[in-house]
């Protein structure tokens, strides 16, 4: 299990106390340590399986959880990555691994995520097309019914009734279980991405290189959200903005495809500069 803390103590505490109910197996931890003048040491002394991880700068998230599984025992055949302010359900993690179990063609799975005022939280969704990717990440915060958007959020497997496993793009970073054999095949995380869209990115690489994703309804967790980025909207604007491109212009790096490149740019930099105004 991998968690990657960013002045997120108090959580870290909460997301560890709730994993005995969640799994018969007792997995030993990872916490990575992305604010090294965080002292995490002494709260994580209550909890035995926990070793931390202090590589001494914020190394964003993917790139932290690849250096946490470099230093895995070599015998884990599964990584359970999870936000500090992710809370376990009761059976949560054997559910998941269960059903990722259950099929050797299974890269990852993903559970139902819920939010605190107990909705349910998007974070199972098709991979975005490059018309709808680009209209919702250009226009979404200053324009939040522009169609693409409403095509984007509902393409949302996360609101398919039933508790039946279903096939996903992509899955939400916040808590994954993925295979380690899958995920070292693909290089990991690709750690160009500091934070957003890391798992938009995973997800797409596991589908192309023949790996199933799936969106797990039965297993649950609670996701207090944000608390680590809530208190740095600007900054984390700013990294919204350059992994939507990074991904994009990842997707579409074709020389033919450069006026896409460039207006998605031009686009994002509007959106910056609009929601810069609004804050002002």
């Not at 039933?162 to 095949?185: K, M, N, T």
């Not at 797990?216 to 939507?244: F, I, Y």
Request: glycine share 8%.
């Amino acid at each position: 299990m991998v968690v990657v803390s960013y002045f997120s103590r108090h959580d870290v505490v909460a997301c560890l106390s709730s994993v005995p109910a969640a799994s018969i197996q007792n997995p030993p931890v990872l916490v990575v340590n992305n604010a090294p003048t965080d002292d995490l040491q002494p709260v994580l002394e209550p909890f035995p399986t926990a070793t931390l991880l202090d590589p001494g700068a914020n190394l964003g998230y993917g790139r932290a959880v690849n250096y946490a599984v470099s230093q895995l025992d070599p015998a884990t055949e599964w990584i359970l990555v999870t936000n500090p302010d992710v809370e376990f359900g009761p059976g949560s993690i054997d559910e998941l691994l269960a059903v990722a179990t259950s099929d050797e063609r299974i890269g990852v799975v993903g559970p139902r995520i819920t939010n605190d005022d107990g909705t349910i939280y998007p974070s199972a969704r098709d991979l975005p097309s490059l018309t709808v990717g680009a209209g919702h990440a250009v226009l979404h915060r200053v324009w939040p019914e522009n169609p693409w958007s409403k095509r984007y959020l509902k393409a949302d497997r996360s609101k398919t009734p039933g508790s039946e496993p279903l096939q996903s793009g992509w899955l939400s970073g916040a808590c994954l279980l993925v295979r380690r054999s899958a995920f070292e095949q693909i290089g990991g995380f690709d750690d160009r991405f500091f934070m957003y869209f890391e798992d938009v990115d995973l997800g797409e690489r596991l589908g192309l290189a023949g790996w199933k994703v799936l969106y797990v309804p039965s297993a649950s967790v609670h996701h207090a959200g944000g608390t680590s980025t809530r208190d740095h909207s600007a900054a984390m604007l700013q990294a919204h903005h350059h992994s939507a491109y990074l991904y994009l212009a990842k997707r579409y790096h074709r020389w033919y495809q450069l006026p896409v490149r460039v207006a998605v740019r031009a686009g994002l930099a509007a959106r910056a500069a609009a929601s810069s105004l609004r804050s002002s």
